[in-house]
């Protein structure tokens, strides 16, 4: 994803019209368009058929909320099973295994759309014409389909975006956030914490002064950068309190002070802030680490009509509003972003403003051989042993 031109317009110009809306924008917001003029009411049909049915979902803590999912249930008829994961390799491996079979709607980042279907054949085209594109912002919806086009054929709709970076209590590391070798500094011993995962194995290459998005393009480079990483978070080890594995677990973390600074990703800190102002989202000097998660249809799904009715219904403004409202994340509705609370695009605006913006790190397609390397060194992280 890195370098995706279109898609860091689509960012700044999203993030633009929240601030813009909430009072004081960094930078003037571009003229709206007719679609953007538009209420932010969904377009008006007509109420659907009752279906029935189940929908059976793998996705991301925070996409599917309680209450949507009873409206969405009470409209249609149909029934929604959750499956939530913690990465995508999770995600891949549930969906290899039998082929797609047992889901039927998904939620994968953009960078493993098409590597994964190419290695496992997990997904199925997106029927464009059962999609309400006119709900998507045009501009990301462009980009992400160009993305995760395949011999012609389109795997994945843009859904949900946002960056990692880092969490940070302000009242008991006031100097913290600078850099992510912080979460190496001695005097921060026993309250740090992160993801034993790919992103922060990103952050700490850039940190470094290396650049995994143009070292994957090559095994032999990828593994000497990866294992430069995996050297330097053994050797910090001793610092970190513990890895975290879901939202609410780093939440308590933070909100107990048993860790005081930690990686992080943007929602998580974002609605803390905006509960205790000395919890602050904090962007280092090599730049936040940025992802796009999707819409994929499974190649073993049963319920298709139930997978397009989801879409298309939690694409509606004033739905996609209560994910961005309730945990911070941004999506792709056209006007959703309009009706985030003011409170949140203060927070939004303060640490995340049009310079930073700038240096996301994008996620970029990662090969089979780049998982492997990723999943020995943070086995080899995590097996290693405190010095």
């Known amino acids: ?65 309680e209450e949507l999912v009873q409206k969405f249930t ?118 740090v914490t992160y993801r034993a995962k790919y992103d922060t194995l990103y952050m700490f290459a850039y940190a470094l002064g290396m650049d995994p998005a143009e070292a994957v393009k090559s095994e032999d480079e990828y593994r000497k950068v990866m294992y430069k990483v995996r050297d330097k978070l053994i050797e910090c080890k001793p610092i970190v309190r513990t890895y975290w594995d879901s939202r609410q677990q780093l939440e308590e973390l933070v909100t107990k002070e048993e860790v005081w600074l930690g990686t992080s990703w943007d929602a998580i800190a974002w609605t803390l802030s905006v509960k205790d102002p000395k919890f602050k989202y904090a962007v280092p000097k090599e730049g936040a680490v940025g992802w796009y998660d999707t819409f994929a249809i499974s190649a073993g799904a049963e319920n298709l009509d139930a997978a397009y009715e989801w879409i298309n219904f939690i694409m509606q403004p004033e739905n996609a509003a209560v994910i961005i409202n309730q945990t911070g994340y941004q999506t792709a509705s056209e006007g959703a972003a309009e009706l985030a609370s003011p409170e949140l695009a203060k927070v939004v605006k303060e640490t995340l403003p049009p310079e930073k913006m700038a240096n996301i790190k994008w996620y970029f397609p990662l090969p089979p051989y780049a998982r492997d390397i990723e999943a020995e060194v943070l086995e080899q992280v995590k097996a290693a042993k405190s010095k």
């Open 74 to 191: 009470d409209q249609t008829g149909i029934k929604v099973e959750i499956t939530y994961i913690g990465d995508n390799n999770e995600l891949i491996a549930k969906m290899a295994a039998t082929k797609g079979k047992g889901f039927d709607l998904v939620s994968p980042t953009l960078n493993y759309v098409i590597t994964a279907q190419k290695e496992f054949g997990i997904y199925q085209p997106i029927d464009m014409s059962r999609v309400n594109t006119k709900l998507f912002n045009p501009t990301y919806l462009k980009s992400i389909t160009e993305q995760a086009t395949l011999d012609g054929k389109v795997y994945a709709l843009p859904f949900v975006w946002g960056t990692t970076a880092m969490i940070v209590n302000t009242e008991k590391a006031p100097d913290a956030g600078e850099t992510y070798l912080d979460l190496c500094d001695p005097k921060y011993k026993g309250r």
């Open 1 to 65: 994803m890195k370098g995706k031109v279109a898609m860091l317009l689509a960012v700044v110009l999203i993030i633009s019209m929240l601030l813009s809306a909430c009072g004081g924008a960094a930078t003037k917001a571009p003229e709206p368009t007719k679609a953007a003029a538009a209420p932010t009411k969904a377009p008006a049909t007509e109420a659907p058929a009752k279906k029935g049915g189940v929908l059976r979902m793998l996705t991301w803590e925070g996409y599917a909320p």
